[in-house]
């Protein structure tokens, strides 16, 4: 599967912004999609991620009660949408995509990465 994140951009503390993260290929439905960040100078991080029904969600502390995952099979999508955004949310933003049936939280769970989407929160 492949994997095209989208949506990022410059915004102000306290706005909002919607990632979003479209795959190609086959079965999309039957993946689990995950987000990670990497902000400059600071290691990988997990964000959230969603199973492949869209039932099992699971979050970031960090971002717990600000992030909101979900998906349309339909439309092959994933979608992040970022609320009460902090400058300490600046980061690139990867989609990942794995089989399975759970919202999985570690990097190397995840098979397919696409490249990034910047996403800028100015204090």
């Known amino acids: 599967v492949q994997l095209q994140a989208s949506g990022g951009g410059l915004v102000q503390a306290g706005g909002s912004l919607s990632l979003s993260c479209a795959a190609s290929g086959r079965a999309f439905s039957s993946y689990a999609i995950g987000w990670f960040r990497q902000g400059s100078g600071k290691e990988r991080e997990f964000v959230a991620s969603v199973s492949w029904s869209g039932v099992r969600t699971y979050y970031a502390d960090s971002v717990k009660g600000r992030f909101t995952i979900s998906r349309d099979n339909a439309k092959d999508t994933v979608y992040l949408q970022m609320n009460s955004l902090k400058p300490e949310d600046s980061a690139v933003y990867y989609c990942?995509?794995?089989?399975?049936?759970?919202?999985?939280?570690?990097?190397?769970?995840?098979?397919?990465w696409g490249q990034g989407t910047l996403v800028t929160v100015s204090s």
């Open positions: 990942v995509a794995r089989s399975g049936s759970f919202a999985y939280t570690r990097s190397y769970d995840y098979d397919y």
